[in-house]
């Protein structure tokens, strides 16, 4: 049995400014394997459901209803609320896998013992996503990422990615129109008018830039081959002063690029040169961001 009981959930959805509400047993419900064996992935979903059928149908359908609840530990409405029904394993990835995450290998066929599963309200055969409900999707995933040290770039999964290894096409969720972010399945059907099924990269990137986005200044330290939010975020604000010289976009990867930024960050702040994003060098930043503040505080306000 699986040992691993996600009953902060609730606390850590609130602090991160969800909408949610627990569906009544949440915290003791699970699959017959018990709680996790371990979080090594998310996998993210779409429900099938028809978007006339009320959240808490579909949340009583999931949690108790159905021969094989829990279908999913998080059910996501379409109005961007998050409905927690399971704080253990779930039943919902099915056959898939074998997929490498950054701390190790989920098997074939045992994604539910490993990996959180997140059911999203679409119907899949066209129905558009709502900007609150992408925007609360991503804002979910990059939470759990942060608080179970899921490395974004390795560590998320869409239905379709997983099940690709063993019994490609399987699945296709999640998929079908995000005008809002035309990124993930584009704006609208594909050429034969099928829903398009989201790229696992694409939601990646939006999740590390969420990530960047709320954490403001990375903690040391970060070197030669770090990636991931932190690494993104360092090198945001490496570009934002001019400090990097930018052979490539922002890829969230600390590569030999970086480390003559970080160089030439160093030498702007008066901190060591190392080349490593350090503790001096991460003291040095904040104490800059201190002063730029009381100077900013200290100027009459703009009329
Ligand atoms: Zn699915």
């Known amino acids: ?33 018990g709680g996790f064996d371990g979080v090594r992935g998310i996998v993210i979903h779409h429900t099938a459901g028809s978007s006339r059928t009320p959240d808490r149908d579909t949340c009583r359908y999931l949690y108790e209803r159905a021969d094989t609840r829990p279908i999913g530990n998080v059910f996501l409405a379409r109005d961007g609320k998050v409905w927690i029904g399971a704080a253990g394993a779930a039943n919902c990835q099915g056959k898939g896998g074998p997929v490498m995450t950054s701390t190790g290998t989920v098997p074939r066929d045992d994604g539910n013992r490993w990996m959180f599963a997140v059911e ?4 899949g055969v066209g129905e558009v996503w709502p900007p609150a409900q992408l925007d609360a999707y991503v804002t979910l995933v990059a939470t759990l990422c942060r608080r179970l040290g899921l490395d974004p770039m390795q560590d998320i999964f869409t239905h379709n990615s997983w099940c690709q290894p063993s019994c490609p096409n399987r699945k296709i969720d999640p998929a079908g129109p995000t005008p809002s972010h035309p990124t993930l399945g584009t704006a609208g059907l594909d050429r034969y008018g099928r829903p398009v099924i989201w790229r696992h990269d694409t939601f990646r990137a939006l999740v590390v830039a969420e990530m960047a986005r709320t954490e403001v200044i990375p903690e040391a330290t970060l070197q030669l081959g770090s990636q991931g939010p932190s690494a993104w975020r360092l090198i945001e604000i490496m570009d934002a002063w001019g400090w990097r010289k930018q052979a490539r976009p922002n890829d969230g990867k600390f590569l030999a690029a970086e480390i003559d930024a970080v160089k030439v960050m160093q030498a702007a702040l008066g901190a060591p040169v190392t080349g490593v994003y350090d503790e001096p060098t991460e003291a040095a930043y904040r104490a800059f961001g201190d002063f730029l503040a009381a100077l900013a505080a200290a100027q009459p306000e703009a009329a």
């Open 1 to 33: 049995m699986g040992s691993i009981w996600l009953r902060e959930l609730d606390v850590w959805l609130k602090d991160a400014g969800l909408d949610c509400e627990g569906w009544p047993g949440w915290q003791t419900r699970s699959r017959s394997s």
């Open 120 to 123: 999203a309200g679409n119907n």
